[in-house]
């Protein structure tokens, strides 16, 4: 399925203005000390965001509510002891990173990679995630909004169509040592799915949606 165009709206970086490509959006802000952006779904959006102060969008929730008051009872809140993962690809690179989703707390954070999906991304967070807590000897929780993910660490296989290329080759590699360690290594972690409708994005997610 192909990607859906996103806009990217810099109102702080190298250059601003709008970029209708993550790489090129990538350029403005990297090494610039507090840049400010934001990616939005269509042209004309990222137009009249633009013109408005970025405060209006950045760190502010774009979900609608579909729950009834009884389900998000139900839902409950989140466990903020755990460890937030999210991937971001954008159809040219992915990178994915992990946080400790009280603080927002980056405490890994890999790629960019290229020829690669989404879906891999999210399960290699989640590999690296229990990975890192199990070295910290940490039985905290792990959230992840990918339910596809989740099924691939839970059968120890990345069941992906992406063929192997030149250009993937060093991503395949940790595909490969990701499927290894879960196969050899039991965790107490929890993987936990985290329930966007009701919480708003992931605390990892790399505000590009």
Known sequence: MAEKRKY???????????????????????????????????????????????????GKDTFQPELTPEQLSKIGNPDLESLAVDAAFDGEVMEYRGMYTKTKQVLFKMG???????????????????????KQKSSVPVYSDSVTAMHWVKIHKANTKLKPTPENKSLFYLIERAEEWLKANKYPNKLLKWETKAWGEIPADYGRK
């Open 8 to 58: 990217y709206v810099v109102w702080k970086g190298t250059e601003t203005g709008i970029f209708d490509s993550w790489a090129k959006c990538k350029k403005q802000i990297d090494g610039y000390a507090g840049a400010k952006y934001k990616s939005f779904k269509t042209k004309q959006a990222a137009e009249s965001a633009f013109e408005k102060s970025p405060n209006d969008f950045i």
């Open 112 to 134: 960019p990679f290229e020829g690669a999906t989404n879906n891999i991304g999210e399960f290699l967070a989640i590999v690296h995630a229990l990975g890192y807590l199990k």
